[in-house]
């Protein structure tokens, strides 16, 4: 008998040996088979084929069975194979007792299929199909389901024996990294053996499906459980120390640098798929839910003519009919995934990445390259650059996988869940874009009860337009056009705004709109400014960059001296290299926050200090340098902290609310950093920087949808403050004082205090002023608008440094969408400058501004600035506010914006090279390179910025010539007549000496002689031009405070300079009622002036006492008041002032009053700091001017002449006396004494008088000077 068993011929059959499909009958002569030996050349089967049985053992041990000893006979057997590569193979079915092929020989007819599935609905590309990226990573284990790296042979039965040509078994099969080999077990298969049948019953014309009823449906799961709850399944688990992974990479991990392959990594036990799911296979499987049989999930497969695909340019079309996928399998741990580690294992990261996907389906040559085949001599050759670039620049998915929210993970569980969920683009009816992937670990347990089976759930949807357009997977020329649309809307915006407040303006005379006188004068200062500003940072971030990457010393030196002399660790040098270019960044901002500090605090020299200065211990603009630095690095650290919070979910879940606390904060801010450096210019830098901050945060918004969202509202927000909001805290700031003396005027302690320390403490009411609430608003608009100019250099900056910022991973973006925000900077900026020109309209219809008139006057003095830098000018305007004399003097002009820029820019940088040492958890205390970096970058800035300085003296940047002057925007068209004719006209004073206008310098034409002098030729002129130059609010309350245009232009009985009780009731038609700090000073000043004056009228009008001339009585009775050297010497001035007018008086003013001459001027003198008097030669007056002087001098005659025939009646003997508003004040010696007691001569003291605004206003300037 056994003999007749070796009869039958062994494979490899061919057509000769008669055998077929016809001829599967008994063939004559070959009643018997033989038993073919094993081949070594065949393949390894799947796990389950192999491990059937016990090696060498003739029965099944049923007591003791192993892995896949029993099989359900009924069931079917399913074998995948995947190529890698084209591959040719045969399969062959082995009976291993002829008498049962003999008996059922024709029940194995149309019992095996062969089914081929290659991709076909990722694109058009001929089986193009997404392909899944592995890269080289030392600290993650390698997944055990990768192909192995080269053809090699083993024996399972052996207890997993390497075969070598010198020691093989028969059982030693063939393993080749060409293909791979997968079995579906029993349960798994079933639901293709229904796909099966509902094939063969619609062939018969069957209706419905019949499933197996009875004993047939159950089906046994042959999963054998362990004593220790572990579970053994035959037919895909395979231990992870029996799978040859180690030193995959190869070099030590070394070597390839990364590995493609076109199935899920990472699952290798999975029941349908075993160890490979080919995503191609898993998302065009029309996979189906069978009740109570079996269930994989659903998968709807759409048609290609009934797709509906997403345009971009077809809104619309706002979701997309394609193809989905909700696929559950069961899985098991082939890891051991009780015992701890050397690496870390897949299931044990949170939040790392574990691959990447391509985003569009790619062919098999281009998957060849990448994979384990291809080598320097394989076609096509291996080729790994084109996906490490993807990789790079965030081209590929990467599929990140984290524990659920809310789960906290600790050491010794594991997930029994796992979610892959997939988003993709589908632009045409064929093909398909990847977007979005991500992973997501839940339900975990303890491993050591863990049963080592858990449920991965996969799922597939097409995007809809809205979420396309916040994933930026629309082309770059799209969103172009968007933002566009975006500026046209916001223009849009403003406009309206306009229009309203056009409409319900409540001037008389509205102004008219300005568009191009506008755009010419607003223009040229930001763009050349903020040029040159960020020349320096540009070559900062481009210097730094090429030292640290081209001298290999700055990033190979070890950072701590405990590491000094080991071998350095590629993660040290990565940290060496981001740390050490982050302490260049930090070292060149506080270099260009010093010069920043110089720039805005220069060092002037006044002629007047005597003091040695080297002596002198207070160095005023060391101070405030000091501070301006000091206020930015504490500015800094909150911005530091912003940025930080930003990086977190609940920032992005609370975003529009955390937006407008950041908005009340910053304000807040800026007016605390107002308080303390005393400067509004000093401020201007640092409010850039916070507005960097705001717009960098802007960018961690969730969306892009929420970051359109976000510029509408801080438009609207921007609109408000300029419009309503700066004016009303301006309000309020002023109407604070006056509440809090209000209140504090309750206790009388208050009312005895003098009005020194009322000036002293600020209680003292403060006078309005329009320009200064203007310059405030165009102050605003100037950090606005260099932000603005900023922004695109400054993301530029996030996309080149985003490795070392980790922007686009912190914030969850690619970090190629920064291209896209770097777009939108750019195009937002010509619709921003038309949006300004509208806020400037809207600023003169509701406040009445002059903004248009006060930009012309700041450009034309900037154009005739007399110092190269205008900055280094001495003269200010002290009719200002203090605070904003040194932005006013920078007249908005290209060096206003350079200083927005080169400050704003040096103190954001600061902010992000911290922000880069975080990143890189770098300490550059420890680093032993921290002194020899900072010196070196000192140094280069140091040369930098003189050679900076020196090419801007080669190229004449900001030199004063004629032809800037003539090139200039302000023109002598656009000056008054009175400008224009000015050249043509001879200057009076030196037309004696034959002079000419020509030999004026710009020096002459700003001191304060010269200022003086035109005011006293132009006086009347200058009156005439306020009904030109007041706003309408403004002119109706000077007309409410008495004033008369009409009589300012001359004329008989114009204004009187009479001291008469007529002129006066003429000038005040209404009674004066004095404030209380009004009426303190003027009693201040009155008992100044008695003291100078004779008799004890003078003493009573000051409530001074009548019956003793002691020292003590004629004391103040206010204490001395504690001035500021400032105050002092102006103090000073005015006292030797007086005591001149007062001996001229003595002696002169008798006959000068008397004189018959007509109008003459003796010398007038213009004492200087060194004493010597300039003289200007004979005024010449306007015609108005002539007729009020000879109306003073006619009263002032009449009057002396009646004051001395009543001194001489009174027999006093005084002489020269002049009663000056009922007030006698005497122009004798102090010495002279007299009784002028009589009632007739007494003084008749006018009860308080309420003073208007514009009174008041009149009174200060008046006081000032010496009475004549």
Not at 4 to 31: A, H, L, Q, Y
Not at 775 to 789: P, Q
Request: with cysteine; net charge negative.
């Amino acid at each position: 008998a056994e003999a007749d068993f070796e009869r039958v011929p062994c494979p490899p059959w061919n057509v000769g040996d008669s055998i077929n499909r016809k001829t599967m009958g008994i063939i004559p002569g070959r009643e018997f088979e033989e038993k073919c030996p094993k081949s070594t050349e065949a393949l390894e089967l799947p796990f389950w084929f192999a491990a059937n049985g016990l090696y060498g053992a003739t029965e099944h041990n049923v007591v003791k069975p192993k892995m896949g000893t029993y099989v359900w006979k009924r069931g079917l057997h399913e074998i995948n194979i995947g190529g890698l590569d084209e591959v040719s193979f045969r399969f062959e079915v082995r009976m291993l007792h002829g008498l049962y092929q003999n008996e059922t020989r024709r029940g194995f007819l149309d019992s095996m299929c062969v089914d081929t599935h290659y991709p076909e609905r990722g694109g058009k590309k001929d089986k193009a199909s997404f392909h899944f990226i592995l890269e080289n990573n030392n600290e993650l284990q390698v997944p055990l389901n990768v192909p192995f790296r080269e053809p090699f042979q083993r024996s399972l039965e052996l207890d997993y024996f390497l075969c070598t040509p010198t020691q093989m078994d028969p059982s030693c099969r063939f393993i080749y990294p060409t293909l791979t080999l997968d079995f579906n077990s029993t349960l798994a298969s079933e639901w293709k053996a229904y796909i099966k049948k509902i094939e063969l019953d619609a062939n018969v014309g069957a209706e419905t499906v019949t499933l197996p009823d009875g004993e047939e449906l159950e089906m046994t799961d042959d999963v054998i459980i362990n004593s220790d709850g572990s579970m053994n399944v035959p037919d895909v688990l395979e231990r992870e120390d029996d799978i040859l992974v180690r030193d995959y990479w190869g070099n030590g991990g070394q070597g390839r640098p990364l590995l493609a392959v076109d199935y899920l990594p990472f699952f290798s036990g999975c029941r349908g798929f075993d160890s490979h799911i080919y995503f191609h296979y898993l998302t065009e499987t029309s996979w189906t839910e069978v009740d109570n049989f079996v269930n994989y999930g659903e998968c709807k497969l759409i048609p290609v003519n009934e797709t509906v695909f997403i345009s971009q340019w077809a809104p619309q079309i706002a979701a997309a009919v394609a193809d989905s996928c909700e696929v559950e399998i069961k899985c098991f741990y082939e890891e051991s995934y009780k015992d701890a580690a050397a690496s870390t294992r897949w299931f044990e990261v949170e939040g790392d990445t574990l691959f990447h996907i391509t985003q569009e389906a790619e062919t098999r040559e281009k998957l060849f390259e990448a994979s384990v085949l291809s080598n320097d001599q394989s076609t096509p050759e291996v080729n790994t650059e084109d996906y490490a670039t993807a990789i790079e620049t965030q081209e590929t998915i990467p599929v990140a996988f984290s524990p659920a929210d809310g789960v906290e993970v600790t050491r010794g569980i594991i997930p029994t869940e796992i979610s892959i969920s997939m988003s993709y683009f589908q632009f045409s009816p064929f093909d398909k874009r990847m977007i979005q992937a991500e992973g997501e670990f839940g339900e975990y347990v303890n491993a050591k009860k863990h049963d080592g089976t858990y449920l991965l759930e996969i799922s597939t949807a097409a995007l809809g337009w809205f979420d396309l357009l916040n994933f930026f997977a629309f082309d770059y020329i799209f969103y172009i056009a968007l933002f566009h649309a975006l500026g046209m809307i916001s223009v849009a915006v403003v406009v309206a705004f306009w229009v309203f407040t056009r409409v319900f303006t409540t001037l008389k005379d509205p102004p008219r709109f300005r568009f191009m006188p506008y755009l010419r004068i607003m223009t040229q200062g930001p763009s050349q400014g903020i040029f040159l500003s960020m020349l320096p940072f540009f070559l900062a971030q481009t210097g730094v960059r090429m030292i640290i990457e081209s001298i290999t010393f700055f990033t190979q030196f070890p950072i701590s001296i405990d590491n000094f002399g080991r071998e350095i660790d590629p993660l040290i040098v990565t940290k060496a290299t981001n740390g050490r270019m982050a302490l260049c960044f930090l070292t060149v901002s506080c270099y260009i926050m010093t010069c920043t500090a110089e720039i805005l605090v220069p060092r002037i020299t006044e002629d007047s200090l005597e003091e040695d200065e080297d002596d002198s211990v207070f160095k005023p603009e060391v101070w405030k340098r000091s501070h301006y630095i000091l206020a930015n690095i504490l500015i800094n650290v909150t911005n530091v902290a912003l940025m930080e919070f930003s990086y977190t979910d609940t920032y992005g879940k609370y975003f529009f609310t955390v937006f407008l606390l950041m908005k009340v904060f910053h304000l807040i801010l800026e007016m605390n950093t107002e308080a303390f450096l005393g400067e509004v210019l000093l401020l201007t830098p640092i409010s850039v920087c916070l507005a960097q901050t705001s717009g960098l945060v802007t960018i961690a918004a969730d969306d892009f949808t929420d970051f359109t969202m976000g510029y509408y509202l801080e438009l609207i927000i921007g609109l408000i403050e300029f419009v309503y909001l700066d004016s009303f805290i301006a309000g309020v700031a002023k109407m604070v004082p006056k509440v809090k003396l209000a209140i504090q005027r309750a206790f009388s302690r208050l009312r005895r205090r003098t009005i020194s320390q009322q000036l002293l403490e600020g209680l003292v009411e403060e006078e309005d002023s329009v320009v200064e609430d203007l310059m405030g608003y165009l102050t605003a608009y100037g950090t606005a608008t260099a932000g603005l100019y900023m922004t695109p250099f400054f993301i530029y900056f996030y996309w080149d440094f985003n490795d070392q910022l980790q922007l686009s991973f912190l914030f969850g973006f690619r970090k190629k969408d920064l291209l896209i925000y770097l777009l939108f900077s750019l195009v937002i900026i010509p619709f921003q400058i038309v949006m300004d020109i509208f806020t400037f309209n809207i600023q003169e219809l509701f406040h009445g501004w002059k903004v248009y008139e006060y930009m012309k006057y700041a450009r034309y003095r900037y154009i005739n600035r007399t110092a190269r830098w205008k900055g280094l000018e001495k003269v200010y305007d002290e009719s200002i506010d203090y605070s904003l004399r040194t932005v006013d003097q920078m007249c908005f002009s290209s060096q206003f914006y350079f200083i927005l820029g080169l400050g704003g820019s040096g103190s954001f940088l600061f902010v992000l090279s911290l922000s880069m040492m975080l990143r890189a958890q770098y300490n550059m205390f420890e680093d032993i390179l921290f002194g020899l970096v900072v010196g070196v970058m000192i140094g280069l800035c140091v040369v930098t910025r003189k050679g900076a300085l020196l090419m801007a003296d080669i190229i004449g940047l900001w030199k004063i010539s004629a032809e800037q002057m003539e090139d200039g925007m302000i023109g002598e068209e656009d000056l008054p007549t009175e400008f224009q004719t000015f050249e043509k006209a001879k200057d009076t004073e030196r037309d004696t000496i034959g002079t000419g206008r020509g030999e004026f310098t710009m020096a002459d034409l700003t001191t304060d002689a010269f200022r003086r002098k035109f005011l006293e030729h132009n006086r009347m002129w200058l009156l005439e031009q306020l009904s030109e130059l007041l706003t309408p609010r403004t002119a109706k309350k000077f007309r409410k405070m008495g004033g008369n245009f009409k009589n300012l232009s001359g004329g008989g009985g114009g204004l009187s300079d009479s001291d008469s009780d007529g002129g006066e009731n003429e000038r005040f038609g209404e009674q004066v009622i004095l404030s209380d700090p009004s009426h303190a000073i003027m009693r201040q000043w009155c008992h100044e002036a008695s003291k100078r004056a004779r008799g004890k009228f003078a003493r009573r009008t000051a409530g001074l006492s009548e019956t003793s001339d002691s020292d003590i009585d004629s004391r103040p009775k206010w204490p001395v008041s504690r001035l500021n050297p400032g105050a002092a010497a102006l103090m000073k001035g005015w006292l030797a002032a007086t005591r001149a007018v007062r001996s001229a008086r003595s002696t002169g003013n008798r006959e000068a009053l008397s004189s018959s001459e007509g109008l003459s001027s003796g010398t007038d003198t213009d004492t200087d700091r060194s004493g010597a008097s300039r003289t200007w030669g004979t005024p010449v007056l306007h015609t108005a001017s002539q007729r009020t002087l000879l109306d003073w001098l006619s009263r002032a005659r009449a009057q002396v002449a009646a004051n001395t025939r009543r001194t001489e009646a009174e027999g006093g003997g005084r002489s020269g006396g002049i009663l000056v508003n009922d007030v006698q004040f005497s122009s004798s010696d102090d010495s002279s004494s007299g009784n002028s007691g009589s009632e007739d001569g007494g003084v008749r003291r006018q009860a308080v008088q309420n003073l208007s605004t514009g009174a008041k206003r009149a009174m200060r300037q008046w006081l000032p000077p010496p009475r004549m």
